[in-house]
Nanobody, 122 residues
């Protein structure tokens, strides 16, 4: 299975973006039980957990994005979304998704995709 991220781009501070992640090669019966996660990474730094969503759509967020980002999933399309509102320059990063073993984001299951780049700048 290969995650395929999309939806990134250049946006002004205060703006919004909606990222999507499609689980290429996954079948529904494999995708649906998985906890999915979004991460982000800036050059020279580690990849940080942004949000997770369980099979029952329970979600968790990093403190830095709480109240601004929303993670959702569409099991029929094997897709996870990240709605990002009130974007700040510090949200600039490459965003990745993956399946994880728990809602703390530990135990990444798939190989990493290419990610989608988000730049927040005026």
């Amino acid at each position: 299975v290969q995650p395929v991220e999309s939806g990134g781009g250049l946006v002004q501070p205060g703006g919004s973006l909606r990222l999507s992640c499609r689980a290429s090669g996954a079948i529904t019966s494999v995708f649906n039980p998985l906890t999915m996660a979004w991460y982000r990474q800036t050059p020279g730094k580690q990849r940080d957990l942004v949000a997770t969503i369980t099979r029952s759509s329970a979600s968790n967020y990093a403190d830095s994005v709480k109240g601004r980002f929303t993670i959702t999933r569409d099991n029929a399309r094997k897709t996870v979304h990240l709605q990002m509102n009130s974007l700040k320059p510090e949200d600039t990063a490459v965003y990745y998704c993956n399946a994880v073993r728990d809602s703390n984001g530990s135990g990444v299951i798939w190989s990493w995709g290419r990610g989608t780049e988000v730049t927040v700048s005026s």
